[in-house]
């Protein structure tokens, strides 16, 4: 085996020949030419890339390495860790996009020369991008002599799709592998904080975007909220990580479209009040940010924060002097409230701030002095409400608080804007159905909507409308403006929900629009309702499988894609009947890219009326077939989807046998705690065409009985639960 030789696990191995684990252990068994392990554990052995490759090959399972898996392979498999090797691909990077001649010339030597010469030129453009004083530091010729032959092939990914998406599928790809060591934020979440604190000052309002001077992220994890700030701005981040803040800054630079063209800018210390860097300008140092401030005299326009949470390890001992601490200091209890004021404390007179809160930072009593400081002198100005599954801890609704540095130019203002997004954020709301939540199943776009709506209305209204005393931002139960001096009791409690009034609409007059639909849905329902059944004799019949079908071009069988901007259908819309509900995931690449580049598999696979959608996990039989209100959209995780030729097989004949309990039984698989289903082993009958049709027929008149029962459930408990809130709150009289 070659020295260096990237090394993959059977998981990478399944991922290039695009099959299970299993297979790959029944590959090792059967054949005794299969590559031998190189390292690894007995329980996880790692084996030679190029051999793998090779025996794939000579096998007839690999036609051709998608170049991205390669690239992949080979960066976690890289001797000095997955980290190392990013960080140099990010370098080799920056050098491929500022200086595309240069990379040229240093590429056209053999590795050991290449290894040698590298250093020099990566040292010049790091210094453009970042300074002298950097968290990206100069590899050494040693360092780099094993990375050269994934820097190649790195530099070979981003001629076919750009530096910037090479490097991000790269970085993301690190994050799915390691889901739990950092907390992400997702970039809806980010975009929306952002739009808040761009939109917050007249100019912004008037032109829709007022894009910062500067910005700051004090707690910058993988560099979401920067990445979402546009207009030409400095950024300035700190992380606790210093491999994280190495990859946050690679990312960042990379993120720009523009090459680093001239000297990097002055440090931190010369970017007192709008002084310092110039547009464009990018710094990032590593720290604890609460301990050890890296940037101690900067002032910027914004802030941007997703701090951590709960912490008691924050420096509550230490810091009980420090002069951040305006508004109070922070019990040991409330790490949040210091986060908070850190943010206030570099901010100039009138700046805004955004940052992501637990939500009981709105209402623990250890923090309401410190609360109640914020209110009086203006500093906190809207508090918003996200729905359960917007960002980490996914199962709890997460706050944003939104605030302004006051100053003699920025007096205190009145009210406090309080907005609750958990209806709009759900698309079964106002269908009676419970909220769901869950972070597949959040439209971002009404989030948005809802919260910048109320914030922009707050805003240029200054709080009150004069003519008739209420305020412009105030929508029963979504939004409402709260004078400051009713909040000011014994809790000085900020949750949205405790302060937010009834939806408007409600009363007996909805209720009884309720009532009606639940009549009219109980008569379709019953309408719909099968005849007695006939009794007929077991019927003796020829069976095939999915699995013979696909193999003789009856039909289709692909898995879940990813990418792409069409809404996804999620598995829990296949369940509950509804309309697609799932935003596709970020950092895939979009439909169209080109071959090789991004992979064939994060490409978006649209759904065309007539596919059998079928779920892979829960072993319930359930299916559906796709009309043409669902027709364009995604499919979604832990779906399969069968696409059946017309002139062969009835869709609904397909769905209906597929959802036979001991069909589902037989190709359901209970090893582990999950059951999966492999819906090649599912099995339906050899009938004629014209035959297939008379069940579907059947079929199909089913499943709209199904469907008006899901209704029926859902009015019915909109109406039970309308009826006990209406007794209740009095707008409904007892008969």
Request: proline share 9%.
């Amino acid at each position: 085996m070659p020295e260096n030789s990237t090394e993959v696990t059977a998981a990478g191995i399944a991922r290039l020949a695009g099959v299970g684990r299993a297979a790959v252990s029944n590959w090792r068994r059967r054949h005794a030419d299969f590559p031998r392990p190189v390292g690894g554990t007995d329980t996880s052995p790692s084996f030679s890339l190029p051999e793998v490759e090779s025996w794939l090959r000579d096998q007839g399972k690999l036609a051709e390495v998608p170049l991205r898996e390669r690239v992949w392979q080979q960066l976690s498999g890289h001797p000095a860790g997955t980290v190392t090797a990013l960080i140099h691909a990010g370098c080799a990077l920056l050098l491929v996009r500022d200086r595309p001649t240069a990379w040229l010339e240093i590429t056209a030597v053999s590795d050991p020369r290449m290894a040698g010469v590298l250093p020099g030129a990566l040292d010049d453009v790091l210094t453009a991008h970042f300074g002298s004083e950097r968290v990206v530091h100069t590899p050494s010729e040693a360092a780099l002599l094993p990375s050269v032959p994934l820097l190649r092939a790195a530099a070979e990914l981003a001629a076919g799709v750009g530096v910037r998406k090479a490097f991000e599928f790269l970085f993301v790809r690190r994050l799915d592998a390691n889901p739990r060591q950092h907390t992400l934020t997702p970039p809806d979440l980010a975009e929306l904080m952002t739009a808040l604190a761009e939109q917050g000052g007249p100019a912004g309002r008037r032109t829709g975007k007022r894009p910062a001077r500067a910005v700051l992220d004090p707690a910058a994890g993988t560099g979401a909220l920067l990445r979402a700030v546009g207009g030409s701005t400095a950024l300035y981040a700190q992380e606790a990580d210093p491999d994280l803040a190495a990859l946050t800054a690679l990312r960042l630079a990379l993120d720009s479209e523009e090459a680093a063209g001239a000297p990097a800018a002055a440090g931190p210390a010369g970017a007192t009040g709008h002084a310092g860097p110039g547009a464009g300008a990018l710094v990032v140092r590593t720290g604890d940010t609460l301990r050890a401030d890296a940037f101690p005299q900067l002032v910027v326009d914004t802030v941007l924060c997703h701090p951590p949470f709960n912490e008691r390890n924050w420096g509550h001992d230490e810091l009980a002097y420090d002069p951040r601490w305006e508004y109070g200091f922070p019990a040991r209890t409330e790490s949040e409230l210091a986060w908070v004021q850190h943010a206030l404390a570099h901010l100039r007179e009138g700046g805004t701030a955004v940052l992501l809160m637990p939500p009981a930072a709105a209402s623990r009593r250890s923090g309401r002095r410190i609360r109640a400081d914020l209110l009086r002198r203006g500093a906190l100005r809207a508090v918003v409400a996200l729905p359960a599954g917007a960002a980490p801890p996914y199962g709890i609704p997460l706050h944003l608080w939104v605030l302004r540095r006051p100053g003699a130019g920025h007096p205190a203002a009145p009210e406090l804007l309080l907005v609750d997004t958990a209806d709009s954020a759900d698309p079964g709301a106002g269908t009676g159905s419970a909220p769901s939540g869950g972070r597949d199943r959040i439209d971002w776009t009404a989030v948005r909507s809802t919260a910048l709506d109320a914030w922009h209305a707050f805003a240029d209204g200054g709080g009150k409308d004069r003519t008739d005393g209420e305020g412009r931002a105030d929508r029963p139960g979504v939004s409402r403006t709260v004078p400051v001096i009713d909040l000011l009791d014994d809790d000085v409690d900020l949750a949205p929900a405790r302060h937010l009034p009834p939806p408007a609409g409600g009363g007996a007059a909805e209720l009884a629009r309720v009532r009606e639909r639940l009549d009219e849905t109980l008569k379709l329902t019953a309408r719909l309702a099968p005849p007695p059944a006939a009794p007929a004799e077991p019927a003796r019949r020829t069976l095939t499988t999915v699995g013979e079908l696909a193999r003789a071009g009856a039909l289709e069988l692909h898995t879940s894609s990813g990418g792409g901007t069409a809404p996804v259908l999620t598995e829990h819309d296949v369940l509950a009947g509804t309309a697609p509900s799932g935003t596709a995931p970020s950092g895939t690449a979009p439909s169209g890219a080109p071959a090789g580049a991004a992979g064939r598999e994060d490409e978006p696979l649209l759904l065309e009326e007539g596919d059998v959608i079928v779920p892979v996990l829960g072993g319930g039989s359930v299916t559906r077939v796709v009309d043409e209100a669902t027709a364009g959209a995604a499919l979604g995780r832990n779906l399969q989807l069968l696409r059946p030729d017309p002139t062969a097989l009835d869709p609904w004949f397909l769905a209906g046998f597929l959802r036979g309990t001991a069909n589902n039984r037989q190709a359901s698989s209970y090893a582990s705690t999950a059951t999966r289903l492999d819906a090649r082993r599912l099995q339906l009958p050899r009938l004629p065409l014209a035959e297939q049709r008379q069940y579907g027929a059947q079929f199909r008149a089913l499943a709209a009985f199904e469907d008006a029962l899901r209704t029926t459930g859902r009015l019915g408990g909109q109406l039970v639960q309308g009826m006990y809130d209406g007794l209740t709150d009095g707008s409904v009289a007892p008969k």
